[in-house]
């Protein structure tokens, strides 16, 4: 076990560095950043931008540094300047990018003129990058300044401000899906083949096959939109608290910012996650209960004359709950991923919507920082999961 | 010597069960199920349309008609007499035609995502499970590896950095002609599509794959497996004609399901605004588009939602149906 959980962790640490690298390099290739309109303003007489200007922004934005060299002050926060030892500097010349790159029209393969770098005019060495701004590294807890949605500003400072907006709605989803789900599992899982059970499952089924943003904007629809034009107390759809006071029908005057006001505008971001994700907890909580509910011990339980309540709460929910709980660990890093749509369909102002802004921006320090904490917790869950397997079922032993 | 009279008296046929082949046993189990024969047939009359589109459409996708903004379902263009069923968008292009071209790009891309994804995971999960060993280990350690990422964050980041650098991956003129005429795309419109359809792909042969090792494992220690070598078959002849053949039912449930949720992937991109871009119709984005204006015409959203959704539920019961009708021990 011991052995296992060493291998696993060293695995996961593995996995998420690639994952890291993965998307720097990925968000590295593609065009755009900080530097897109600074080529519309250079070719505009008005605004003169000489050469070295550009070299400072690029600068200032690490761009003229190599791939590699950015990622390791990106991950890790080094290298800082050359090598010193003992009062003696090392690999001081050793060149890490390019500050002046050389640029030509290049015919690509579509027949179109592209403007590539082709060569250098003025390296970057090791030695030039001393004092200059730095993060502490990613692995330290230092995301680095965002480039475009907040300039400047720390990222940590972005994302610690959406973090708890992400948490209520997802903490709020999860109570709320098993305090409905399970039960709701349990009782059509008890009345196989009734009325209920049917309609449950035919529900059920429909829910796992709905898009989430097809069923957002059909709540948006029937619960906002609608009733507001027909001038009945309506919910509010977008953001998490609205900017100005406003009165709803029956409800009365809501005062913008309040608790009341916050309470209304998660109703629907919470109900359509929560709905669909019990329309999958739950189809999986009335197998597994069907499964235990065939089981002989079950069957003896009901033969010694155990009233059916026990039976079913006391033997073979137990035993039902056991692959559940796996799956429950193992959907929460995916909630954070589906709250990506759902916050984008309500405007709500959480992690997954920041993303969003994050990646149409070109703000990529934010976009990967969000996918880096994405990717650790979905190693911690995914391991979380195996081991808790063994726990919860001694059968099974991992090697 | 009445009873054995009575024997002789007894036909062949009245005692001996028809015989149906094993395609043929499916085929009745599955359309036992209902909601799976309905789902078929929605899928069927889908597909028809969508393949028929240049003639039941009577506008151009890109057609702009000015001043002919949200025009109501049914108006009728006084010039050409042509009839806008379900109305124009918010540039004056006809949304029936529309919806149509897009269902045709959008199924396309599933379809394609599907065929590929499913084709790799076969081959990767049959060598991974077959040969085992090392093989086995790296191949299954990658696909561990590649589920352990969050899926959707990295789509994302994927097809945001493809679409705004089309030329990074090259694609043969020749494909994406192909390609643009079953869509009926130019083949620079095409190539995000089939970034798109390689994206999707790119991910989904992994559950694939997964899925065809586990049966290969089992079917891999079985008796016919054991005689073909015997009679010398090579590797290739056993895993082409014992083990994919045999591994197929899952593959079969896993692509069909897989079909819906391609359909909605591509949508949930589109919709995101990272997927098949707006002068291109797909149900995705047409629905994104509609965000904008639904506080005015609340219809809009159901209009290109409601297809994705059929598609999704229907592929969801084909699936379920199949399931159903290829498992042997169950009794239907």
Same mark, same amino acid.
């Given at each position: 076990?011991t052995a296992?959980?060493? *291998?696993?962790?060293?695995q996961?640490?593995?996995v998420v560095f690639?994952s890291a690298?993965?998307s720097y390099?990925l968000?590295?290739l #593609?065009p755009?950043g900080?530097?897109a309109?600074l080529?519309?303003?250079?070719q505009n007489?008005?605004f003169?931008i000489t050469?070295e200007d550009?070299?400072r922004?690029?600068?200032? @934005?690490e761009?003229d540094l190599?791939l590699p060299i950015?990622?390791?002050?990106?991950l890790?926060?080094a290298?800082?300047?050359?090598?010193?030892?003992?009062?003696k500097?090392?690999f001081?010349d050793v060149v890490?990018?390019c *500050?002046k790159?050389?640029?030509?029209e290049? =015919?690509?393969?579509?027949?179109?003129?592209?403007?590539?770098i082709?060569?250098?005019?003025?390296?970057v060495?090791l030695?030039?990058?001393?004092? *200059?701004?730095t993060?502490?590294?990613?692995?330290?807890?230092?995301?680095?300044l965002?480039w475009r949605? =907040?300039?400047?500003?720390p990222?940590?400072?972005?994302?610690a401000? *959406?973090?708890?907006k992400?948490?209520?709605?997802i903490?709020?989803?999860?109570i709320?899906?098993?305090?409905?789900g399970?039960p709701?599992g349990?009782y059509?899982a008890?009345k196989?083949y009734?009325?209920f059970d049917?309609?449950f499952t035919?529900l059920?089924?429909m829910?796992? #096959?709905?898009?989430?943003f097809?069923f957002?904007?059909?709540?948006?629809l029937?619960?906002?939109?609608?009733?507001k034009?027909?001038?009945?107390p309506?919910v509010?759809a977008?953001?998490s608290?609205?900017?100005r006071?406003?009165t709803?029908p029956?409800?009365g005057?809501?005062?913008?910012g309040?608790?009341?006001?916050r309470?209304?505008?998660?109703v =629907?971001p919470?109900a359509v996650?929560t709905i669909l994700?019990?329309a999958g907890?739950?189809?999986f909580i009335?197998?597994s209960?069907l499964?235990v509910l065939?089981q002989?011990?079950?069957r003896?339980?009901?033969?010694?004359?155990?009233?059916?309540?026990v039976?079913?709460?006391?033997?073979?929910?137990r035993?039902a709950?056991?692959?559940?709980?796996t799956i429950v660990?193992?959907?929460?890093?995916?909630?954070?991923?589906?709250a990506?749509?759902?916050?984008?369909?309500?405007?709500?102002?959480?992690?997954?919507?920041?993303y969003?802004?994050a990646?149409?921006?070109?703000d990529?320090?934010v976009?990967m920082?969000?996918?880096?904490?994405? %990717?650790?917790l979905?190693? +911690?869950a995914?391991?979380l999961r195996?081991?808790?397997?063994?726990?919860?079922?001694?059968?099974?032993?991992l090697? | 010597m009445t009873?054995?009279?009575q024997?002789?008296?007894?036909?062949a046929?009245?005692?001996?069960i028809?015989?149906?082949s094993?395609?043929q046993?499916v085929?009745?189990?599955?359309?036992k199920?209902?909601?799976a024969?309905?789902?078929m047939?929605?899928?069927?009359?889908?597909f028809?349309i969508?393949i028929?589109?240049?003639?039941?459409?009577? @506008?151009?996708?890109?057609e =702009?008609n000015?001043?002919?903004?949200?025009?109501p379902?049914g108006?009728?263009?006084?010039?050409?007499g042509?009839?806008?069923?379900?109305?124009?968008?918010?540039?004056?292009?006809?949304?029936?035609?529309? &919806?149509?071209?897009?269902g045709r790009i959008s199924l396309t891309?599933?379809l394609?995502?599907v065929?590929?994804s499913?084709s790799?995971?076969i081959?990767v999960?049959?060598v991974?499970?077959?040969?085992?060993?090392?093989?086995d280990?790296? &191949?299954?350690r990658?696909?561990?590896?590649?589920?352990?990422?969050?899926?959707l964050?990295? /789509?994302?980041?994927?097809?945001s950095?493809?679409?705004?650098n089309?030329?990074l991956i090259?694609?043969?003129?020749?494909?994406?002609?192909t390609?643009?005429?079953?869509?009926l795309?130019?083949?620079?419109?095409?190539?995000?599509?089939?970034l798109?359809v390689?994206?999707?792909?790119?991910?989904?042969?992994?559950?694939?794959a997964?899925l065809?090792?586990g049966?290969?494992?089992s /079917?891999?220690?079985?008796? @016919?497996v054991?005689?073909?070598?015997?009679?010398? #078959?090579t590797?290739?002849? +056993?895993i082409?004609?014992?083990?994919i053949?045999n591994?197929?039912?899952?593959?079969i449930?896993?692509?069909?399901l897989?079909?819906?949720?391609?359909?909605?992937?591509?949508a949930?991109l589109?919709f995101l605004?990272?997927?098949i871009q707006?002068?291109?119709?797909?149900?995705?984005?047409?629905?994104?588009?509609?965000?904008?204006?639904?506080?005015d015409?609340?219809?809009?959203?159901?209009?290109p939602g409601?297809?994705i959704?059929?598609? %999704?539920l229907?592929?969801n019961?084909i699936?379920d149906? /199949?399931r159903?009708a290829?498992?042997?021990?169950?009794? /239907?």
């Open positions: 076990m296992y959980l060493i *291998r696993r962790v060293l996961s640490i593995l690639i690298v993965a390099v968000l590295s #593609a755009g900080p530097l309109g080529r519309q303003v250079q007489s008005r003169k050469e550009i070299a922004i690029r600068a200032s @934005f761009l190599n950015r990622f390791s002050r990106w890790v926060g290298p800082t300047g050359p090598l010193v030892i003992g009062g500097e090392y001081g890490v990018g *500050r790159p050389i640029e030509a290049v =015919l690509n393969s579509r027949g179109i003129y592209e403007i590539k082709v060569g250098c005019k003025e390296d060495l030695k030039d990058i001393v004092g *200059r701004r993060s502490r590294g990613i692995l330290f807890g230092d995301f680095g965002s949605l =907040l300039r400047d500003r990222v940590s400072d972005l994302i401000s *959406r973090i708890p992400t948490l209520q709605l903490g709020l989803e999860t709320l899906s098993l305090l409905i399970i709701l349990i059509s008890v196989q009734s009325k049917y309609i035919t059920a089924f829910g796992s #096959a709905m898009p989430s097809f957002g904007l059909l709540f948006i029937v619960f906002s939109i609608i009733p034009n027909a001038g009945l309506y509010p977008a953001l608290e609205s900017i006071d406003y709803i029956l409800i005057e809501v005062v913008a309040s608790v009341k006001d309470f209304l505008h998660m =629907l919470v996650l994700n019990i907890w739950s189809r009335r197998a209960m499964d065939r002989d011990y079950v003896t339980a009901r033969a010694k004359g155990l009233s059916q309540n039976v079913i709460m006391k033997h073979a929910l035993n709950l056991i692959p559940f709980v660990v193992f959907t929460l890093p995916g909630l954070f991923s589906g990506i749509i759902t916050e984008s369909i309500f405007s709500w102002p959480g992690m997954g919507r920041l969003i802004l990646l149409g921006d070109y990529y320090p976009a920082a969000l996918f880096f904490i994405l %990717s650790v979905t190693v +911690i995914t391991l195996d081991v808790l397997y063994t726990i919860v079922d001694p059968r099974i032993r090697t | 009873v054995s009279a024997i002789d008296s007894i036909k046929e009245a005692i001996t028809e015989e149906r094993p395609f046993v085929m009745m189990r599955f359309i199920h209902r909601l024969m309905v789902s047939a929605v899928m069927i009359v889908i028809i969508t028929l589109a240049p003639y039941i459409t009577s @506008f151009q996708v890109d =702009l000015v001043d002919k903004y949200f025009v379902f108006t009728v263009d006084e010039a050409t042509r009839v806008h069923y379900l109305g124009t968008d918010n540039i004056g292009r006809d949304y029936f035609s529309r &919806l149509i071209y897009a891309v599933a394609l995502s065929l590929i499913e790799v995971g081959v999960g049959a991974s499970g077959f040969y085992g060993g090392w093989v280990s790296v &191949l299954m990658f696909v561990e590896f590649m589920l352990t990422i969050p899926t964050p990295l /789509l994302l980041i994927i097809s950095m493809l679409l705004r089309e030329d090259p694609i043969p003129e020749s494909v994406l002609k390609v643009g005429s079953i869509m795309l130019g083949p620079k419109d095409a190539r995000s599509a089939v798109i390689i994206v999707l792909a790119g991910f989904g042969w992994l559950s694939a997964q065809m090792r049966t290969v494992l /079917l891999r220690e079985q008796t @016919f054991e005689a073909s070598r015997s009679l010398g #078959a590797d290739i002849w +056993i082409f004609k014992h083990m053949p591994a197929m039912a899952p593959i449930v896993d692509a069909s897989g079909l819906g949720g391609y359909v909605v992937a591509e949930a589109a605004g990272f997927g707006d002068p291109i119709p797909t149900w995705g984005n047409m629905l994104s588009a509609t965000q904008t204006y639904m506080f015409k609340p219809w809009l959203p159901l209009v409601l297809p959704f059929i598609c %999704s229907a592929f019961y699936g149906g /199949l159903d290829l498992d042997p021990r169950l009794k /239907l």
